[in-house]
């Protein structure tokens, strides 16, 4: 079976500090794989996703980068955080590009910038 | 715009009453739509889909949902619920022009009371 990791499972940084958040897959090959935001323990904003390793396209223009060094890993990172930065961070993964097919996420990562 | 719309921001029942969380989507083509469920800092966890043809889609935990194409809707249900339902629910659609992309709705909370 497929399952998603995600580390760390909470951080506080400083504002200006740098972030690494990342996201690892087992159980599958070539996934794709997703970031969001979730702000304010509601909506959803899909950040970043990649079908392939070093292939990242990105939904919105901001103070964040993505990154997939590995088949199954994918990294979140910021140079300087903003306070704008804190929220939930979820990684999600799914087998294909289809519309239908589902997407199934990671337990999140909570951000506090200070 | 496609959009999902959840038009209620809580939703509360009795344990053992029949449960509903409706949802409502604008998208062009046939949609594909999904219902998830986050509890309190954990994930998003999936809970059913419809793709096509038989318009009940049964999921997990003895959810259930009915996509009503001319309502434009896909109504979570459930006969009985428990407390342990209590949880953010999220519908979302897939687009069959889209490859990756879901759009979420802002979520409905279900606070179900002994």
């Known amino acids: 079976s497929q399952t998603i990791h995600q580390w760390p499972a909470t951080l506080v940084q400083p504002v200006g500090s740098p972030l690494s958040l990342e996201c690892t897959v087992e159980g599958t090959s070539n996934p794709n794989l997703y970031w969001y935001r979730q702000a304010a323990g509601r909506g959803l904003q899909l950040l970043f996703y990649?079908?392939?390793?070093?292939?990242i396209s990105s939904e919105v223009p901001q103070n964040l980068s993505a990154s997939r060094p590995q088949d199954r890993q994918f990294i979140l990172s910021s140079k300087k955080l903003l306070l704008s930065d804190s929220g939930f961070y979820l990684c999600a993964w799914s087998r294909t590009s289809g519309g239908s097919d589902t997407q199934y996420f990671g337990p999140g990562t909570r951000l506090t910038v200070l | 715009a496609q959009s999902v719309a959840q038009p209620e921001d809580q939703v509360n029942v009795a344990e053992g009453n029949p449960l509903t969380v409706k949802c409502t989507y604008s998208?062009?083509?046939?949609?594909?739509l999904f219902w998830y469920v986050q509890y309190p800092n954990r994930g998003l966890q999936f809970l059913l889909k419809?793709?096509?043809?038989?318009?009940l889609v049964k999921g997990s935990y003895g959810f259930e949902a009915e996509f009503n194409k001319s309502q434009t809707s896909f109504h979570l249900k459930k006969p009985s619920a428990l407390v342990s339902d209590s949880a953010l629910y999220f519908c979302a659609a897939g687009l069959m022009d889209s490859s990756y992309k879901l759009i979420f709705g802002s979520g409905t909370r279900l606070l179900v009371r002994p």
């Open positions: 419809y793709i096509t043809g038989d318009n």
């Open positions: 990649s079908v392939g390793i070093g292939q």
């Open positions: 998208v062009s083509g046939n949609p594909y």
